[in-house]
């Protein structure tokens, strides 16, 4: 396995656990959380604004780079991190997710997906193989093998046969695997059906991959059955190698995970919501588009020392907001990125000291409190 | 006068000239290119960038901003420099132009503009007394008088009596200053009309302006026109006190004007066309939108040092501009504003040398022939 990953310390009263692995861009210090670049680029933000805000590994998306820049243009300059100037690690998703979420006129066989182009509305084919091939083209540091994504809510006989094939494609994916230096994870399906997820699991664990994911939720579940699955699969996936939860999720979602022993996330949230105008802060969230934050002058989170918060006002941001200036969106764009990695950074130092559970048990409250408290006194800020 | 303004320089062959003046928040090297930010922003860009670009003087507007954030904020807060983080120099436009061309259910009369604001629907009044204390609590480190702006295209009765209310209204604008370390600059009208720009000109020399400007261009004129009342404008415009060429222009434009002794310039070019994908470089203009872009593996310019040419390529940047992603008008507006401002300081040494009539012809002829040569080859680079 390509990543060496090492674990160097486990929380005394949880499952959580610190650790670290190599990649050709350099080591990554886990529990880690990957900024979401999907089409080679964090909305707004360039590689130094996302090393200045702890950033340790970028995703980029097989889907949308296969058809846009194209593997062309991969194959002629040598990857993606020459063409966005990215020198740190890369994680790859699949497109999997992609082509059940978004594609027009799709089918899906044994050989893989066939779907129409959003860019030139041709049709392309995307199989275990060919993401493979895109994704060696692409150059990234960790590959995801093609999964089947369907509904949580689908019947037993449809989540077994999506996790059966998920789980031949996996295979055609080693063996299309060309680079043993570009690590490659297999991803566990079966839905909310605990005994799927043992199975799949089990299955996957058997087999070289540098990682195991944790896939097809937030597609139908509930919070729930998702922390529950969570926590199982968790459990299930051998403890030598990175486990990823993949598309999650909140501040709290992350201080559960990490909880069961969860290495790696993603999630667009902290970009995503900042375009909204959603600020994550040790208080609460902040909606800078609401009125009352136009008469507050000071910064955003009295606690953070982002450049956001060194520089700039709620007032000014909420300003920046109402005017739909682009550097309001970047700017909270920054906090709330620098937010999740202080996060990340606070769990790995408890993790460590052995204290995780307690200081993630009281985070949780205080998030909780807030929230309660924002909702009760319908604030609006 | 408030800005001790002086001249160090002339240049040999023509009427450029070098000089300096000092404001509340910095000295300014003349001839300057001042950054267009509207609404207290810089579309994209804070003032950490706008500093590495090279930016002296940022523009900010009294009619956008009197009607967001609103005049309360920047006496509650003491002015923009803090609002926006930016402590050097700001000149703020008075609103005329807006008035002219932007206010729908408009009324001018003597005493002022009264128009519906596109923030609440109200009516507001913008007289030469309420500019000026709007400006006053904005805290700008140089003021302009409210204009009457018209069509350049309007009849000579009209230009006159516009030309007149604008002399009367300057003159109320000086009487209403409270604070004369804020710097005050008259407008000087008169449309396309020669015999009208030299009494305006003449009348507004009177005074004790810190400065003038040469105002009511780019509203109907041609190119030609433009550049005739600029040179005999200029050269009717005392010489101890800094001239500004308002709204101009392009680098031919910025060029020209030097030669005829302007000091002093704005324009939202570099950054509007870098919001649609379009570059100054040393070889022209380019358009990232287009095909050609897609396979150049090189900077946007070679000869350019700018923190986006020194990171990535055209190609990259062409893929930013097909997916519609915010970071490409961020890094080619940094481009823009750095080719301006190299411009700019390439300039102030020429003229320092005594070369500058030569070295700006060499650069026109030089942009003449890029463009040119990309009319003449059908290029759409």
Redesign the interface.
Known sequence: MSLAFSVSAVDRESRARRGSFMTRHGRVETPVFMVVGT??????????DLARVGAQVLLGNTYHLML??GIE?FR??GGVHG???WSGPILTDSGGYQIFSLSADRTISEVGATFRSYVDQRMHVLSPERSIEVQSAIGSDIMMVLDVCIDSRSDEAATRAAMERTHRWALRSLAARTDPAQALFAIVQGGVVPSLRVESAGFLADHPFDGLAIGGLAVGDSRAQREEVTHESAELLPADRPRYLMGVGTPPDLLHAMLAGIDMFDCVLPTHLAWQGTAFTSTGRVRLTRGPS??V?APLDAACGCATCE???R??LH??F??S???G???VSLHNLHHYHSLMADARREIEAGTYAAWARTKLDAIDRHEHSARRLGRTA
């Open positions: 089409r080679a680029t964090v909305t707004g933000l360039d590689p130094t846009r820049p243009v002629r300059v063409f966005m100037g136009s008469s002058d520089r700039f006002t007032a000014y300003h920046l109402k005017c200036e682009p550097l969106p970047r700017l």
